[in-house]
């Protein structure tokens, strides 16, 4: 009897077991992954992309595999199996369907650093309440009646200490750190700011180390950093809250944060300045620095970019601020813009995490896998734009054919329901300071600087030039 029930038993199980692999191996058909290549075992592609990626062609990394495989193609990068798609169509369907098929997904390291209640972060009803209240805050008429005037005075304050040799990358992150801070809390600058950006620049530094507190001294300093930071922005909270109190209001986010109806904790509302700032810090300053390289690079360019803002300028009173209407006149200034956010990608695309099997173009990715939206390759494509390689402000003119379909092709803030908040004030902080540039000064490059895109897009020597204001050279 014992016998009988023993076979009975195994019979069983093995059909169990066969049944399992039936259903797995039906699946596995079932998911039609993209075409590509996973690479070596752990490491997969990512030492080809980060050496492609550290010269100042990384396009051969998706060229080559576009070509083989297609637009949409399968790697292994960062110790995960990815998909990667170079296809807008498919970027813009993952844009759109963030929190229903895709969700945003950071390591934890990086989650450390930016704080849990980071907007970055948050999912759900909440993101949706943050993104749209930071939407307001940087929108045309908020920047039209309350940032420009500070946009305009702070670069132009920033730019009379300028003589002789500057780093200009340097000078760019000081500036767009100073706008921020004064968007948020008010603060103009002075040593308190100049203290917090220093901390702040380890805690950006600890973005890109290796995140283990043990053996990355980087990351270790940048959690310190963070913690820095985190305090001094708690004291602002916890004095505003009290001076709110007796009736003393700000114009400013902070102000918005603690009037909410949301009834913020001190902890979320500094969780989510860090993230604003870290967010509109490396990204703004860099499309600065690269829309003066790729001018310099690009002479006539730059003559019809002064011819712009001499004429603006020449209706004004020597120091007369900006107005709306000002920067509302700088046609081919936009087109300096787009054409730097093109070719520049300072965000060559986003990561997203699948939340459930999606069936894309014919090919199902598996939930939990990652998938990598390329901005840049989308705007580096020839089919996309005539010419896709070089630096030409003037594809974005009216009646110029030179882009075949930009307007869904370009997609340098994102989209959908992440769409950056900051990108019409890091235009109108981008226009504002290269009209101040070009009226006031003249320069040349220092020395030879070289561009590369990993771990970030930045030039390799900050992109130090000899600056001499306009009235003592030759123009
Ligand atoms: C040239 C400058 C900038 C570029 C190229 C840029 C690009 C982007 C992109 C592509 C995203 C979408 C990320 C995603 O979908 O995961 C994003 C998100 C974001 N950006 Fe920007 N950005 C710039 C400037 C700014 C500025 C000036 C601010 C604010 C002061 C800002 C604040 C943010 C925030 C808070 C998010 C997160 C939105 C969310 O997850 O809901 N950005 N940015």
Redesign the pocket.
Known sequence: MAGFVYEHLLICVSVLVLLFFIVKRSRSRRLRLPPGSLGLPFVGETLQLISAYKTENPEPFIDERVNRFGSIFTTHVFGEPTVFSADPETNRFI?QN?GKLFE?SYPGSISNLLGKHS????KGNL?KR??SL?MSF?NSSIIRDHLLVDIDRLVRLHMDSWIDRVVLMEEAKKI?FE??VK?LMSFDPGEWTESLRKEYVLVIEGFFSLPLPLFSPTYRRAIQARTKVAEALSLIVRQRRKERGSGDKKNDMLEALLGGDDGFSDEEIVDFMV???V???E??S??MTLAVKFLTETPLALGQLKEEHDEIRAKKRKEGPLEWSDYKSMPFTQCVVNET?RVA???SG???KVMADVNIKGYTIPKGWKIFAS?RAVHLDQDHFKDARSFNPWRWQQNNSGAVTPVNVF?????????????E???V??SVFLHHLVTRFSWVPAEEDKLVFFPTTRTQKRYPIIVKSRNECCY
């Open positions: 844009l963030e945003c907007l970055l972060l948050m993101h943050m993104h930071t940087g767009t706008l921020t968007q993230a604003l700032l967010a509109g810090y990204t703004t860099t499309i956010l990608n300072i965000i986003v990561f997203r901005f997609t340098p803030f994102g989209g959908g329901p992440r769409l950056c908040p900051g990108y004030l890091a235009r902080e981008l």
